[in-house]
Every structure is written in structure tokens, then in C-alpha cells.
């Protein structure tokens, strides 16, 4: 019996063992590299092994010596790694310790894909022509073709040749990922099958001759070559296909005397079905074959590798169930690293476990990093039901409400294909995604910029309460600014490039936003906004974090990131500016300094996670720089090249002359419109000044009331606050004005002659930071600088927003007794 078991292997599937170790009574050890210390499978473990670098996974020496150290006395490879590597196999059990998996000569046999297919041919199993392609020489091929690395999967080392000219490149590229990646260059191609399935069977197998096969699993939906949806059954396979797939993945069990757990891969196309790798291990996908059979794979096996004898046959299926793989990656599939701020997948009832409607298994959890040196799959989230309509409107359901903060990844994607028709009528193939794109982005572009505009409003509510929490204002009010009749100006960049200028202001009347005519703002607090468009009410969680911010709503989850009002000179690029859009390692430049390119033309290919990316020219235009060469090991956002674009056609014309700008006419003054004051005390922006004769910039400045005037004691008496804005005077309050209350209180009552225009100054506490339309909005009032912000100096007025300066100048200062020009 197997009392200590360690897992060679990190993150989520370490995890998955352990869950069954602690079910079974056994004890766990996690191994970890570096980079992994801090990762939550080497925290559930009971003991943990450190190995080194993050390429330690690799090392089967490395991985035999921690068993040792530990005390285990089985190791459960997971899979990727070395889960595949006949070696390591047999140096487990060299070393007295119990495999958990098939014989290394049964993982010897599946090794690479040309000898297995021969094997399959000879065992009665259907299988492709196999063309062998020597690194010396490129034979002669019937187009298309597949392209395929003999030693790994995982969609690396594969590509489509559809044109003569290209498959030369397709090769080397091929040839120099497949050695990367798995240390063999060896690679072969079969005809390409258009509009076929990816269909899999389940086998397991134990010592007495026993082999179970446990359906099939769909794994059409793949990008790259590389599955991110599966699920069980098949809504394509009939009982009939379902015998002959199961009859075949048996033989093929057969034939190499396999036993524990495994996977038959086949293509199913008009033509027929044909082998196409058998992995002598437990899948990603394996949890969709334990919702419908109702059966805990890694148990069994472990109970396989203790000698248990399975029962004569395996159990039946019920419901359906499906999976997508969330991966840490952009719209054009390039993995992203860095901090996952928050990780939350609603309405999960089980972790790891069986019986749930919806099941996580993740490697991740909110805090935690995203390195560089691994797969960027962060999660599987599953979903059974009792029939494949609902497991998929659950499953899409659930990740759309998923709180994902932090990093870009595919979810918007996965929910696009779970709600596509022709996904759920079942038309599914392995092109799916190449022919039926979906979008990106759940959010369309009017809920993108609904959410920019919440982001604005719950970052002024923040700021407000923060101010006000940590008295950084002084005697001063929270909300102050400069230019109360200019609107608050901020902007965002969205994922898809495009620029976000968000402006708005609010008044009596509610919330005035430029391109936001119909948008009523029911509530703002720092942490969530209700917008009201067109009588329907929208609730947006808002969540700022270093340098992103995340709005979660029913419109669809959006990741903005702020735009600096004056970004460091560093961080501003030329339009041809070439960055690295990730972490890895540059393979070759494919031009030099004053080379002429087109838009989309290669210009650098660079290696990240074991996988080729090509980085294209953005514009066309002439090479102006190189910043890297062949073999340069870059970070994300670190400059390549610098391509100066193409300079569009002079237009001569004649010179104009320039004349002194003419005076405008001035404007007809509108009465002064009064705005509520905030915490019951006279607000230095509670009124929003008429346009009039002394607006200009010579006038004199108006006095400054005597040393303890509070602002409303200077207005009564004649001494207006004064704010640079042209040189805007501010009136005094007209008798009949109205105090706002404090927030939390009811309004003031104007008939109530007894309360004047100072009125309710009780300092309101601040511990309500909410902001409403129902008397407790803090109307044209700025939100204040951050927390920690120093005081502006004796006699200054605090500075614009941006868009708000009188001048392009940089915020200055003035010295005491003077109004300071921003």
C-alpha cells in the first residue's frame, strides 16, 4: 500500500493528486522550482522539496532524489514534464519506488508519433499516411499538409502548409520549436484533414487484463493546435462510431500491454476515423470523463498501481459535461505573466472534487504571479449538467460573472464559443475558431465606454473618501479644484488600442457627460457605480489595482488602463515603436536598419513558453533601429525596433497671413446657478461663477478675508474665495441658498427660517463615502489628490484635473497671500 506519494509536477495538477491523497489517507510531497515557492500546490502538501531552477521538472535525477529525501515511496508523474518519458519511468522504479502509470515499455512504444502509428497499423487501428521530413532533404508533398513533431503535442512543433513556397519555413520553423520544446527535431507530415473532429477515448487498464474504455471526449475547439474546450460525450459520435472508437482505443491497449490511465486520440473526418497518439497518462481533460461516469480517475489510479482488480466493465454515462481551459493570454494568443490580483470563478460547488455542478481545478489563486517559465493555463472550470444545453449555458455563465483581475486572458473568448449557435447546434471541427471567429471582448463598445465612464466616478469617490479619511485637505473641503465650470477629464486605454477620453461633470441636475446624454448616475462609491440608460439600471463593481483597472458588470468584464496626465518621458513610444508584447527569447530578426516594410511583415521572432511568436511590423514604413539581436533574452514592453512610417504626400500651400486674433464678443451673463455644498459646510467650488466683465487675466485680485474667516463667514461678509480661471469671482450666496447636510443626514429643510446659509456645519465624519443624486453628491466638486498628497501652501488653490489647467505649464505654487496659478 502506498503511504507517501510525490507529484512531479507543479501547479493544477499537482493539486488534483493531492485532493485524492487526502481522501485515501495518503500523505503528499510537492516538489518546486524557484520560481514555484510560493505557489499554492507547494502550500497544501505535506512536505515540500525544493529542486532549483525552473527547468528542475526536467531533471528525472533531481526528481528520484527528492522521493528519496521525503520519504515517498510513489511518484505520480501528472502530466506534461516528464509524465511521458520512458526514462524516468523506469528510473522510479529502479529505484524501489511505485510508478504510478504504464510500464516504461509501454511509454517507450507511444514515444513519438511515427512509431506508434506503425505500431497502430500493425494492431489493426486505422491510421493517416505518415511521410517522413529529413532535416537533409523536403520530399515532394501533395498540399495540404499537417506538419507534426514525432516526440510532443500540445500544438507545438505543428503547421499547415497550404502553399509550395512556404513549406520550407514551415519545416525549419517547425523543426527548431519541436527541439525546443521537446529536445527532438524529429518531424513528419500526414494529409491534412479539412473540417475534421478531434475525438479521444478514455482507457484504463489494469495487471489482470482488464481494460475499461470510458467514452469519448470532444476536443474540436482548439487554437493553435491546441485544445481550450472539451467535452463529454460527443455530440457528434452515435452509439455505433461510439463502439468502433472504444473497440479501437482497446486494441491499442492491448497491443502494448498497457495498464493504469490513458488516452486514444483520434481524427474523425467523412473518411473515416484514424489514430493519432496515444498519451500514456492522465489528460488536462480528464475531469469531464469523471462528471459523466461519475469515477475519480486519479484514484484509480492509484489503486491500479497497488494491484487492484477493476470490475468487468466500467460504468455507464450520465449528463453531459464540459470544460475550457483558462489561459493567461491576449486576443492573438500570446501568453501574459505577471500578478493575478483576483481570482473568482461564481457558483463553484467543488474544487477538484466530483459531484459538482460546477467544478474549479486551478493552479492559481488571487495574489499570486504568472511567470514566464510555464504553460499560462491558469484554470479549468467544468461544468455538468444533464444535458449538454445546460452544462453549457451554466458553464458560459459562470465565466462571464468570473472576477479575473490583473492579468488578460481568453475568458471573453471561451464565453463567445459556449453561446455561439453553431457550437451549440454541435457543428464543431477543428477549424472552428479559424472560420467562425468570435469576439475578443464580451463588451461591446458602448458598454466599454459605460464602463471607462463608472471607472472615473468610482476613482472620484475613492479619492473623496481617502481625502476626507485621512485629513489631508486640512480646514480646506474634500472636493477642490480650479475651473468648477470645466468638466473632470480622465482617460483609459482599452484592450482592443483604442483611447478613452472620458468628461463629465455633475450639477443639480445630475450627471452631465460628454457622449453620455441619456446616462443618469443613480449612485457612485468607490467600489461600485449604478448608471441608469434609457430607464434601465446597470451595477458596476469597480477595482482599481497598480496601473489596471477592472469593471465587472452584466455588460461584460472590461480591463482599462489609466493614462498618465504627464507620463514620464520613458514611457511615451514613436507610432513605430516595436515593443516585445511578452517575456521570451529573440530567435531572428528578419531585417536590418533602412529596410523598407509593409504592415504585418515579420520583424523579429521571438520564443516564449517553448513556442514561436511572430512580431510584425505595425505600420508600414523604413527600419530605423534595431534594439535586439538573435539569442537576447527581452522583457514585456522592452523596445525591438523603432520603424519610422511612411510620411504621407506634401500638399503645398499658399502662405496665409496670421492677424491678431480678434476680441470675442462677450457673452450675455447667466444668473449664477447655486450647487449643494458637502458635510453642511459652504463647498470652495458651491457655486458655479456667471461669465462677466471681470474675467480678465489684469484684473486685481480680490482681498483676502482676515486670518479665521471660515469660507462661509467670507462669503457673508463680502469676501469672495477667489480661484484662477480666468479670473473668475465668485459670488456671494444669494439669501436664499441651501445648505447641503452632512452625508448620512436628511436634506435641510429651505422653509425653515431658523437655519441660514452656514447652516448644519457639523464636519461631517466621512465614514459614508458614498455618492448619490439624492442629496449627498458632492456636485462639481473635485475628488481631491490621493491619499498622502501634500497641503498646498498658505494662499494657493488647489490644481485642475486634467484638461483643466489655464495654461500648459506644469501645476505650480504661489507664495503665501497669493492665488497659485495652475
Same mark, same amino acid.
Given at each position: 500500500m502506498i503511504g507517501r506519494l510525490l507529484v512531479a509536477n507543479r501547479g493544477e495538477i499537482a493539486r488534483r493528486v493531492f485532493r485524492t491523497c487526502r481522501e485515501l489517507g495518503v500523505e503528499t510531497v510537492a516538489v518546486f522550482s524557484d520560481a514555484d515557492a510560493d505557489a499554492p500546490h507547494v502550500a497544501e502538501a505535506d512536505q515540500a522539496v525544493r529542486l532549483g531552477a525552473p527547468l528542475a521538472y526536467l531533471d528525472p535525477d533531481r526528481l528520484v532524489e527528492a522521493a528519496r529525501r521525503s520519504g515517498a515511496d510513489a511518484v505520480h508523474p501528472g502530466y506534461g514534464f516528464l509524465s511521458e518519458h520512458a526514462g524516468f519511468a523506469r528510473a522510479v522504479l529502479d529505484a524501489g519506488l511505485t510508478w504510478i502509470g504504464p510500464s516504461p515499455e509501454a511509454v517507450a512504444a507511444m514515444g513519438t508519433k511515427i512509431e506508434a502509428k506503425a505500431l497502430m497499423a500493425e494492431a489493426g487501428v486505422p491510421v493517416l499516411p505518415t511521410i517522413p521530413l529529413s532535416p537533409d532533404a523536403t520530399p515532394q508533398l501533395t498540399l495540404p499538409v499537417l506538419v507534426k513533431a514525432s516526440a510532443g503535442g500540445g500544438g507545438r512543433g505543428m503547421r499547415v502548409v497550404r502553399d509550395p513556397a512556404g @513549406?520550407?519555413? +514551415?519545416?525549419?520553423?517547425?523543426?527548431?520549436?519541436?527541439?525546443?520544446?521537446?529536445?527532438?527535431?524529429?518531424?513528419?507530415?500526414?494529409?491534412?484533414?479539412?473540417?475534421?473532429?478531434?475525438?479521444?477515448?478514455?482507457?484504463?487498464?489494469?495487471?489482470?487484463?482488464?481494460?475499461? +474504455?470510458?467514452?469519448?471526449?470532444?476536443?474540436?475547439?482548439?487554437?493553435?493546435?491546441?485544445?481550450v474546450i472539451e467535452e463529454?460525450?460527443?455530440?457528434?459520435?452515435?452509439?455505433? @462510431?461510439?463502439?468502433?472508437?472504444?473497440?479501437?482505443?482497446?486494441?491499442?491497449?492491448?497491443?502494448?500491454?498497457?495498464?493504469?490511465?490513458?488516452?486514444?486520440?483520434? @481524427?474523425?473526418?467523412?473518411?473515416?476515423?484514424?489514430? @493519432?497518439?496515444?498519451?500514456?497518462?492522465?489528460?488536462?481533460?480528464?475531469?469531464?470523463?469523471?462528471?459523466?461516469?461519475g469515477v475519480d480517475l486519479v484514484r484509480l489510479q492509484i489503486e491500479v498501481a497497488e494491484g487492484a482488480r477493476l470490475a468487468?466493465? =466500467?460504468?455507464? =454515462?450520465?449528463?453531459?459535461?464540459?470544460?475550457?481551459?483558462?489561459?493567461?493570454?491576449?486576443?492573438?494568443?500570446?501568453?501574459?505573466?505577471?500578478?493575478?490580483?483576483?481570482?473568482?470563478?461564481?457558483?463553484?460547488?467543488?474544487?477538484?472534487?466530483l459531484g459538482a455542478r460546477l467544478r474549479l481545478d486551478s493552479g492559481v489563486v488571487s495574489g499570486g504571479e504568472v511567470g514566464v517559465h510555464y504553460d499560462p493555463m491558469l484554470a479549468k472550470v467544468v461544468s455538468?449538467?444533464?444535458?449538454?444545453?445546460?452544462?453549457?449555458?451554466?458553464?458560459?455563465?459562470?465565466?462571464?460573472?468570473?472576477?479575473?483581475?490583473?492579468?488578460?486572458?481568453?475568458?471573453?473568448?471561451?464565453?463567445?464559443?459556449?453561446?455561439?449557435?453553431?457550437?451549440?447546434?454541435?457543428?464543431?471541427?477543428?477549424?472552428?475558431?479559424?472560420?467562425?471567429?468570435?469576439?475578443?471582448?464580451?463588451?461591446?463598445?458602448?458598454?466599454v465606454r459605460l464602463s471607462a465612464l463608472a471607472a472615473a466616478l468610482a476613482g472620484a469617490a475613492a479619492n473623496r473618501a481617502a481625502a476626507r479619511r485621512d485629513g489631508v485637505l486640512g480646514g480646506l473641503p474634500s472636493g477642490w479644484r480650479n475651473v468648477p465650470s470645466q468638466p473632470r477629464r480622465t482617460a483609459y486605454d482599452a484592450e482592443d488600442g483604442g483611447r478613452l477620453e472620458i468628461a463629465y461633470r455633475l450639477t443639480r441636475d445630475g450627471l452631465r457627460a460628454e457622449g453620455f446624454e441619456d446616462v443618469a448616475l443613480v449612485s457612485a462609491e468607490p467600489g461600485r457605480v449604478v448608471l441608469e440608460t434609457d430607464g434601465l439600471r446597470h451595477a458596476f463593481e469597480?477595482?482599481?489595482?497598480?496601473?489596471?483597472?477592472?469593471?465587472?458588470?452584466?455588460?461584460?468584464?472590461?480591463?482599462?488602463?489609466?493614462?498618465?496626465?504627464?507620463?514620464? =518621458?520613458?514611457?511615451?513610444t514613436s507610432p513605430g515603436a516595436l515593443p516585445a508584447p511578452m517575456p521570451g527569447t529573440v530567435l531572428r530578426v528578419e531585417v536590418k536598419p533602412g529596410d523598407v516594410v509593409e504592415a504585418g511583415q515579420p520583424v523579429v521572432v521571438l520564443e516564449a513558453m517553448k513556442m514561436e511568436h511572430l512580431i510584425v511590423a505595425p505600420a508600414s514604413g523604413t527600419v530605423a533601429a534595431l534594439h535586439v539581436a538573435p539569442g537576447a533574452r527581452v522583457e514585456a514592453g522592452a523596445p525591438l525596433a523603432d520603424i519610422e512610417p511612411e510620411r504621407e504626400p506634401e500638399t503645398t500651400h499658399a502662405p496665409k497671413t496670421t492677424s491678431a486674433p480678434e476680441t470675442p464678443a462677450p457673452e450675455t451673463a447667466p444668473a449664477a446657478e447655486t450647487t449643494r455644498v458637502t458635510d453642511g459646510a459652504p463647498d470652495i467650488e458651491a457655486y458655479e461663477a456667471a461669465p462677466t466683465e471681470a474675467h480678465s487675466e489684469a484684473r486685481a485680485e480680490p482681498p483676502a478675508p482676515p486670518a479665521g474667516t471660515t469660507p462661509a463667514e467670507a462669503r457673508t461678509e463680502g469676501h469672495a474665495e477667489a480661484r484662477i480661471s480666468a479670473g473668475v469671482e465668485l459670488p456671494a450666496p444669494p439669501a436664499n441658498a441651501i445648505p447641503a447636510p452632512a452625508l448620512g443626514q436628511a436634506p435641510v429643510d429651505a422653509t425653515d427660517p431658523a437655519r441660514g446659509w452656514?447652516?448644519?456645519?457639523?464636519?461631517?465624519?466621512?465614514?459614508?463615502?458614498?455618492?448619490?443624486?439624492?442629496?449627498?453628491?458632492?456636485?462639481?466638486?473635485?475628488?481631491?489628490?490621493? =491619499?498622502?498628497?501634500?497641503?498646498?501652501?498658505?494662499?494657493?488653490v488647489p490644481g485642475a484635473e486634467q484638461g483643466s489647467h489655464s495654461s500648459g505649464a506644469d501645476p505650480g505654487t504661489a507664495p503665501s497671500g497669493e492665488v497659485g496659478q495652475r
Open positions: @513549406l520550407a519555413e +514551415a519545416v525549419a520553423s517547425a523543426r527548431r520549436e519541436a527541439l525546443s520544446a521537446f529536445g527532438d527535431g524529429t518531424l513528419f507530415a500526414e494529409p491534412l484533414q479539412e473540417g475534421a473532429r478531434h475525438i479521444e477515448v478514455q482507457i484504463l487498464a489494469d495487471e489482470h487484463g482488464t481494460v475499461w +474504455a470510458l467514452g469519448e471526449r470532444e476536443c474540436s475547439i482548439q487554437r493553435r493546435h491546441q485544445k463529454a460525450p460527443s455530440p457528434a459520435v452515435t452509439p455505433e @462510431l461510439r463502439r468502433e472508437l472504444s473497440d479501437a482505443a482497446i486494441r491499442a491497449a492491448r497491443a502494448i500491454g498497457y495498464t493504469g490511465a490513458g488516452t486514444v486520440e483520434f @481524427l474523425v473526418s467523412d473518411e473515416g476515423f484514424f489514430f @493519432l497518439e496515444m498519451n500514456t497518462r492522465l489528460q488536462v481533460e480528464h475531469p469531464v470523463t469523471e462528471c459523466v461516469y468487468a466493465l =466500467p460504468p455507464s =454515462p450520465v449528463g453531459h459535461a464540459i470544460e475550457a481551459r483558462l489561459y493567461a493570454e491576449d486576443a492573438e494568443g500570446r501568453p501574459q505573466s505577471g500578478v493575478l490580483h483576483r481570482f473568482e470563478i461564481p457558483g463553484v460547488d467543488g474544487e477538484f472534487g455538468y449538467g444533464g444535458d449538454r444545453a445546460e452544462a453549457a449555458r451554466r458553464l458560459a455563465h459562470a465565466l462571464a460573472r468570473a472576477r479575473i483581475h490583473g492579468l488578460t486572458t481568453n475568458r471573453d473568448i471561451l464565453v463567445g464559443v459556449l453561446r455561439h449557435p453553431d457550437f451549440l447546434s454541435g457543428a464543431l471541427d477543428t477549424g472552428f475558431l479559424d472560420r467562425r471567429p468570435v469576439p475578443a471582448t464580451l463588451a461591446g463598445p458602448g458598454a469597480v477595482a482599481a489595482y497598480p496601473g489596471v483597472v477592472h469593471v465587472d458588470s452584466p455588460l461584460g468584464p472590461v480591463r482599462l488602463v489609466p493614462v498618465e496626465r504627464l507620463p514620464e =518621458p520613458a514611457a511615451r452656514a447652516a448644519g456645519q457639523d464636519g461631517g465624519t466621512g465614514e459614508n463615502p458614498r455618492l448619490d443624486t439624492r442629496g449627498d453628491f458632492p456636485m462639481d466638486t473635485d475628488p481631491g489628490p490621493p =491619499p498622502g498628497a501634500g497641503m498646498p501652501p498658505s494662499g494657493a
